[in-house]
């Protein structure tokens, strides 16, 4: 399961999020190494986004993104209205083209080099999603994760990317595998965001594309033997 935290520090926007995937194709789970952030390439400001949630509906936010391009529309995730349209693209393509796919809760954050804002989709009774999200509004100097509807404060004597891997280590996300300390972070500085890469070494990236299980992946003899 994605675990994301997200928040601002001297105003300045933070998102972190893991970078496993758990793989239930085989009898036994496996985990499997996957980067899971995304740029959202139409907003106005440089933006990502990350989704605690269904990998379709990830799937059709890149789409949307792709719609706005095509149509040089541009998207700001703090107005409500472009969130109210991204949510009916998402119901337009299950209505139209996946009819039997069932939306359920699914968990948006956003980030920019100004803002960080967390979305709760909700599924009605329909099994689409309702129009109307949650909406999580993080002020400054608050630090919040995906599976909490109330923000902290940050703790000023320690690193962000400390009081991140903190948060999500509180939570196994990585288990005992060396996943637990793959983790990416975007950070801003009022300018740019600084995007640090959860992958360690090369032999990573090798897992995620040929989606190898993390653990018995014998990397070096994949790399050496070429």
């Known amino acids: 399961m994605t675990f994301i935290v997200g928040g601002k520090y001297n105003n300045y926007p933070f998102l972190a999020v893991d970078s496993k995937i758990l793989d239930h194709s085989e009898k036994l789970p496996k985990n499997k190494y996957e980067e899971k952030l995304r740029q959202f390439?139409?907003?106005?400001?440089?933006?990502?986004?990350?989704?605690?949630?269904?990998?379709?509906?990830?799937?059709?936010?890149?789409?949307?993104?792709?719609?706005?391009?095509?149509?040089?529309?541009?998207?700001?995730?703090?107005?409500?209205?472009?969130?109210k349209k991204l949510i009916k693209?998402?119901?337009?393509?299950?209505?139209?083209?996946?009819?039997?796919?069932?939306?359920?809760?699914?968990?948006l954050f956003f980030i920019s080099t100004k803002e960080v804002r967390k979305y709760t989709f909700l599924k009605q009774e329909n099994l689409y999603f309702n129009e109307i999200p949650q909406t999580t509004?993080?002020?400054?100097?608050?630090?919040l994760n995906s599976n909490s509807p109330i923000?902290?404060?940050?703790?000023?004597?320690?690193?962000?990317?400390?009081?991140?891997?903190?948060?999500?280590?509180?939570e196994s996300v990585g288990n005992d595998t060396d996943l637990r300390d793959r983790i990416a972070y975007l950070i801003s500085n009022g300018e740019e965001l600084e995007?640090?890469?959860?992958?360690?070494?090369?032999?990573?990236?090798?897992?995620?594309?040929?989606?190898?299980?993390?653990?018995?992946?014998?990397?070096?003899?994949f790399i050496n033997e070429l």
């Open 89 to 107: 693209f998402l119901n337009y393509i299950k209505k139209e083209y996946h009819p039997s796919l069932e939306f359920g809760e699914n968990i």
């Open 41 to 83: 390439d139409s907003s106005m400001d440089k933006t990502y986004f990350c989704l605690m949630g269904q990998s379709m509906v990830k799937r059709l936010i890149s789409l949307f993104d792709e719609y706005l391009k095509f149509n040089n529309e541009l998207f700001d995730f703090t107005n409500s209205n472009d969130i």
């Open 137 to 143: 509004a993080i002020n400054n100097n608050e630090i």
């Open 195 to 221: 995007y640090t890469k959860p992958h360690k070494d090369f032999y990573d990236i090798v897992a995620m594309y040929l989606y190898f299980d993390f653990e018995t992946l014998d990397k070096r003899k």
């Open 151 to 170: 923000c902290d404060n940050v703790r000023f004597n320690t690193d962000i990317k400390t009081q991140c891997k903190a948060i999500i280590d509180r």
